[in-house]
């Protein structure tokens, strides 16, 4: 199990706590939470997929939580092919901005298919050519610090039926494919749907209800007061469980988390991120370099 890895690697100090003891350390941390793109694919030069319509509320409701949680945020969306993409997320990955950072984190929305399959607007990419460039060997910003990833996307054509087992909680009936991701340690991997399931689509003025979900829990966990946060696990279970338990016309969405942490992050106050260290992140300012 690569669940809780340990190695021998120095660790940053952070706000974080020991997966043993759930005691919150007390360590001299990084003064800024950390940077969080939003990357949002909407067209596609393939016929078979779809323009991806209703997104703008996805994208405000996850820039508003990422900036209630503190992260200075970069949002990127325009047409996209993989390279530019790919190259895109190398600039960020060297920048020596994450050396006074704390944590770093990217959120995708896109059209997916099986096998960790995403798409850019010319051609697909996957999970690991993502999670890759933020590798330790990658971005040494970054090493020891703990990277979250968010995939809202399919992952096959078929929906997941439902059966209601008490209350509002629906069980799957179908098997769940056997996870085919390496997950580096420190990398927390959040995506919407499970391996051969669709995820439910944006709706008109509200946004994806797992989008909606995941900006309820950002925005309550940022409204508490330091020493009665909750780790980041706890968080996304929160996300997890509240997905799950909606009814889509008698189908479900269950998202599924898959980390190699060693420590259990809590989202303690940071300093502001000045917009001004943000601008180089923004997509003019990469294109240009």
Known sequence: MQCFLRTMDVVEPMDCSDVENN???????????????????????????????????????????????????????????????????????????????????????????????????????????VCKVFCSENCSGLKNKFKLFIFHACR??????????????????LPISKLRDHIEKDN??????????VAFAPEKDKGSFFIRTMNKVMKEEADKEDGKRNHILILLTAVIKMTASKNFASCKQQPVLMMALHKLYHFKNKEI???????????KALLTN
């Not at 990422?66 to 990955?93: C, H, N, P, T």
């Not at 991120?273 to 997509?283: D, G, K, M, N, Y």
Request: net charge negative; proline share 3%; hydrophobic share 35%.
């Open 156 to 173: 096959g054509k078929n929906y997941g039926k439902g059966v209601q087992a008490s209350g509002k909680i629906w069980k799957d009936e």
């Open 188 to 197: 927390l991997i959040l995506c919407s749907t499970f391996e051969d399931k």
């Open 23 to 129: 005691q919150l350390g007390d360590n001299s941390c990084p003064k800024h939470r950390g940077l969080a793109i939003i990357a949002i694919f909407r067209t596609f030069k393939s016929k078979a997929l779809p323009e991806i319509t209703h997104v703008d509320e996805d994208r405000k409701l996850l820039e508003e939580g990422f900036r209630k949680l503190q992260y200075g945020v970069a949002v990127w969306d325009e047409k996209m092919d993989k390279e530019e993409f790919i190259r895109r997320l190398e600039q960020v990955s060297v920048d020596p901005f994450h050396e006074n950072c704390e944590t770093f984190a990217l959120a995708i929305i896109t059209h997916g298919d099986k096998n960790g399959k995403l798409y850019a607007y010319d051609m697909d990419f996957t999970r690991q050519d």
């Open 273 to 283: 991120i000045p917009e001004e260290c943000l601008q180089r992140f923004q997509l």
